[in-house]
């Protein structure tokens, strides 16, 4: 396997209350005016907070669950870890439980500063 490739497994378990999130959006964003704001990510200008989908969560957590999205504060997570399981690849991280802004059960648009990547996509 050569450096960045997915790690191959076959299941993933969250411990203790932790979640662990998937589809954390880090591309460039449009606008709904058309503006092209590219990703600065560690600068000023990239800092903002970021929606995940709960991918796996701990078996004492009571708070979420998977398949929901939640908006983290910036930086408030851990760097992303490249896997695939069952075929499917995807970076997770695990996030501050404290630091979660928001709950939903779909991907809201995120409409204070454009579409994001995510539903942009979809």
């Known amino acids: 396997m050569a450096y960045g490739d997915a790690h191959q497994i076959k299941s993933i378990r969250a411990k203790h209350d932790e979640v662990i999130v998937r589809d954390m959006d880090f591309n460039d964003r449009t606008l709904?005016?058309?503006?092209?704001?590219?990703?600065?990510?560690?600068?000023s200008e990239g800092i903002r907070p970021r929606w995940g989908q709960i991918y796996v969560v701990g078996p004492k957590q009571t708070r979420f669950k998977p398949g929901q999205w939640i908006c983290v504060s910036h930086g408030r997570w851990t760097r992303g870890s490249k896997i695939e399981v069952n075929g499917e690849e995807m970076t997770i991280r695990r996030v501050d439980l404290d630091e979660v802004m928001l709950v939903a059960d779909e991907l809201p648009l995120d409409e204070t500063?454009?579409?994001?990547?995510?539903?942009?996509?979809?």
């Open 32 to 43: 709904a005016s058309g503006i092209l704001l590219a990703d600065d990510n560690y600068k």
């Open 113 to 122: 500063l454009g579409l994001t990547g995510v539903a942009a996509n979809q």
